[in-house]
């Protein structure tokens, strides 16, 4: 009988794509970075598979990611696709094969299925990565002695990178790893991680486009006190431009307003307190705008933020509102981060804010978002306050909402 012809055209891989093919062992680690192609890898290694008749599983860590990758393997498989259950995540193709599409965030679910092939997708992000491998997804291997692709960007030194180790173990001959950066896929243009290079802190742009395995816990402020050189003023000088960041605080937290030179990069006023009303901190910002007039005040709206900033304007302050979420704040802790690597801002020998600067904390969260906050016990108020000065200097470009 003449063979069978699949209509289904792939993606052409790029050299690293083939490299992670041919190299491939039964277990397989891909730490890579961002744009490398992964998604492009995974579809096609979940296709073999499904092509030859067989059951493959993709998983992620949640559903969100699982709904995302959804969309684009339906696309790109669609002219094999004989059935397709989106509730279930779960495709049939013309083969006979199955594609199964699992959120590790209910991984019991998955127990008692049987696979040829296993693929974690940003397996570094996953929660307890070593019980959903060891406990959930190799048992599904064991009938067809299926193989398992582990892909994923690196967050930090955590069971991925561990799973990273055992390919690079010539003990471990079922096991094999890669390290592949951004730059590996030749069609991303060198002048876009470039411009990442420059954008993001050194250790964030080694982990996302170099993909390599640092450790993150700890400190987010580096050369903190080499930049401790500016002196506070009591005024503005003459044709001077200034900006302020403002953090409100309420019972326990203490607000703080930090005046920055646009020129100069340099802080040249702070003022920090607590336990005041709205209307006296509304006068106090005033006051401070009499000294340094602003070009624009950068103020948190978060809470009750946003009455304090909507009264400011209508006295004719230029107050503009920043919503604090985990992703925003994200943005200008790593831009003041980079400000400081870069030499390009300069703050008060002021104990509290080099204190606050020294020990404030990153933590990895099980999405795989930084957070960003000060030790349990103290206090980060003149960090955001300085860090939404920053912004507004126009390091980073923001998404700022005015009332």
């Keep these: 009988m003449p063979a069978t012809t699949i209509p289904l055209t792939l993606v052409r891989p790029h050299s690293g794509q083939v490299q992670v093919k041919l190299e491939a062992s039964r277990f397989n680690v891909l730490a890579c970075g961002r744009r490398w192609g992964k998604t492009t890898l995974a579809i096609e290694l979940l296709a073999v598979p499904a092509l030859e008749g067989k059951p493959a599983a993709y998983f992620a860590p949640n559903y969100t990611m699982v709904t995302e990758f959804w969309r684009e393997l339906t696309t790109t498989l669609k ?45 570094a992000m996953v929660k307890d990565l070593a019980h959903a491998y060891h406990a959930v997804i190799r048992p599904t291997l064991t009938d067809y002695a299926g193989d398992c692709y582990f892909l994923s960007t690196p967050r930090g030194r955590n069971a991925f990178h561990q799973f990273w180790l055992y390919g690079q173990d010539p003990t471990k001959p079922e096991w094999a790893s890669w390290q592949m950066p951004t730059t590996a896929n030749p069609y991303i243009p060198a002048s876009e991680v470039e411009a990442a290079r420059l954008e993001l802190p050194e250790r964030v742009f080694r982990q996302e486009f170099l993909a390599e395995f640092l450790e993150f816990e700890g400190a987010v402020f580096r050369r903190v006190l080499d930049a401790a050189t500016a002196e506070e003023l009591p005024k503005g000088a003459e044709g001077a431009e200034y900006v302020i960041g403002a953090d409100w605080g309420r019972h326990n937290d203490f607000t703080v307003f930090v005046a920055a030179d646009v020129k100069t990069r340099s802080v040249v006023a702070m003022d920090r307190f607590t336990q005041i009303d709205f209307e006296a901190q509304a006068n106090r910002l005033k006051a401070m705008c009499s ?113």
């Design 79 to 123: 002219p094999v696709i004989a059935r397709q259950n989106a509730t279930e995540h779960r495709l049939e193709l013309i083969t006979g094969g199955v594609i199964d599409l699992w959120s590790l965030d209910a991984a019991d679910s998955v127990r008692g299925r049987k696979y040829a092939r296993a693929i974690p997708d940003e397996a």
């Design 291 to 403: 000294r340094f007039p602003p070009r624009v005040i950068l103020a948190e709206e978060n809470s009750f933020g946003g009455p304090v900033i909507e009264r400011l304007q209508k006295d004719g302050l230029p107050v503009r509102a920043f919503t604090t979420t985990n992703a925003t704040k994200a943005e200008i802790v790593q831009s003041l981060a980079l400000s400081f690597e870069q030499g390009t801002i300069r703050i008060p020998n002021n104990p509290v804010l080099i204190g606050e600067l020294l020990s404030y904390e990153a933590t990895r969260l099980p999405s795989g978002m930084m957070r960003y906050s000060a030790p349990e016990g103290m206090h980060d108020d003149t960090v955001v306050a300085l860090a939404l000065a920053n912004a507004a200097l126009g390091r980073k470009k923001i998404e700022l909402t005015m009332y």
